[in-house]
């Protein structure tokens, strides 16, 4: 566990790009005034630890949902809010479940979280910057290899070991040059509800996730897991609503973020606002549904990050057992994909799950792709579906080399 006020790594840092969750009136005027790192290896409570250090830099993480925005000054010099990520390895230790293959971008710590305060708005012109190139990428296992891993789950259905497992591949590429605008046209792709850059010492993740992992605003908690994938197209559209496997699939990730929610204290009733609604990300149609509760008591940051994260959608169900199934099956961590990354402001948060989410260290940049694994589940059509959610991300970063 580290933590310090030193300026964020060699990436550049804001105000020239904006953190995932960002609000507008903190994007473009405020800095990094101090810093918190949690590594696997530092021990002790990650979810404790990173709430009492936002805590101790005057945010609300004792009681969210319950104090108002405008009580907060808002001047240079005050505190706008901190940007927070959690890994899927931190997840899963928050969680209690077994811990996944090592990250293939260890640089990047398992938990990390900046508190930001406003300044004037800096209108300088940016700097130039070296010419992005990018590599040939290298799966971390062939499309056979995550075919069987889909057997291997359908197989652990049939002894009754599980109900679902999201299974996960990473693919990685070598860069040169500055990755920055790379990683800003992956953070812009259409849909990005979560879009934004964050970077670190010598790292930096980008993400244009579509999918609200945990929302407090209001006096209101909400998720939005997202599960059922087609080409956006008419027909694929047709075929997501009546597809079968697709809609039982997303009603049991549905009821598992009903599960989650209903475990915290501090929560009303939960319910089911919005069922297997289509919703549209880049070149795909994708169904979304919207669960909440009312905050009626004293609910605190460390008790959300650990009835949520690693995401239901992005796990499966039982959570644990599908944790120890992806423990088992894949050979590369997930490092900052199917985590968690947004914003703490005074009296709300708002975190993304990191899907369509990629990040690069000092010579290679990394993304994953997955889904999820029911009995009905075809290997290949998965390898496939994989495939088209990572098509967008690689297109934005190539598109990011110039000819």
Not at 170 to 182: E, N, V, W
Not at 245 to 257: G, N, P, Q, T
Request: with cysteine; charged share 20%; glycine share 12%.
């Amino acid at each position: 566990m580290v933590h310090g006020s030193r300026s964020i790594g060699h990436f550049p840092a804001p105000p020239f790009v904006a953190p995932p969750g960002a609000p507008g009136s903190c994007q473009g005027g405020h800095r990094a005034s101090t810093w918190f790192r949690w590594s696997r290896c530092d021990g002790g409570d990650p979810a404790e630890l990173v709430s009492e250090f936002l805590a101790d830099n005057g945010l609300s993480v004792r009681n969210i949902g319950r104090t108002a925005d405008h009580v907060r000054p808002i001047g240079a010099g005050s505190i706008c809010g901190a940007a927070l990520y959690v890994s899927a390895d931190a997840g899963s230790v928050m969680a209690g479940g077994a811990p996944g293959a090592p990250s293939p971008v260890p640089s990047i710590p398992d938990v990390y979280a900046v508190v930001y305060e406003h300044v004037p708005g800096d209108d300088r012109p940016e700097p130039a910057r070296p010419d992005f190139t990018l590599g040939e990428w290298t799966p971390s296992w062939t499309p056979s290899a995550h075919a069987a891993a889909v057997g291997a789950v359908r197989a652990a259905i049939g002894r009754g070991d599980v109900y679902q497992v999201n299974v996960v591949g990473h693919a990685s590429a070598p860069y040169g040059g500055d990755p920055l605008p790379a990683l800003r046209r992956v953070a812009a792709l259409p849909g990005a509800r979560y879009g934004g850059v964050l970077a670190g010492d010598g790292w930096a993740l980008a993400t244009a996730s579509p999918e609200t992992l945990v929302e407090v605003r209001d006096g209101r908690v909400v998720t939005r897991p997202i599960k059922g994938t087609r080409p956006a197209t008419a027909l694929g559209r047709r075929e997501l609503l009546a597809s079968a496997k697709e809609r039982a699939e997303h009603v049991m990730i549905v009821d598992l973020s009903r599960n989650d929610l209903a475990r915290l204290p501090g929560l009303g009733p939960v319910e089911v606002e919005d069922l297997f609604a289509v919703r549209r990300w880049s070149g795909l149609w994708q169904a979304e549904s919207v669960v909440s509760a009312p905050v009626v008591g004293e609910l605190d940051l460390a008790s959300l990050l650990r009835a949520l994260v690693p995401g239901g959608s992005v796990t499966g169900a039982p959570k644990i057992a599908a944790l120890a199934e992806i423990a088992r099956l894949e050979p590369v961590g997930r490092g900052v994909s199917m985590a968690a990354v947004g914003w703490v402001g005074p009296g709300h948060l708002d975190l993304g799950l990191t899907i369509r989410t990629v990040a690069v260290d000092g010579s290679r940049v990394h993304a994953w792709a997955g889904g999820g694994i029911t009995w009905d589940s075809d290997p290949w059509a998965e390898v496939a579906e994989a495939e088209a959610k990572l098509a967008p991300v690689r297109t934005a970063l190539a598109a990011a080399v110039l000819p």
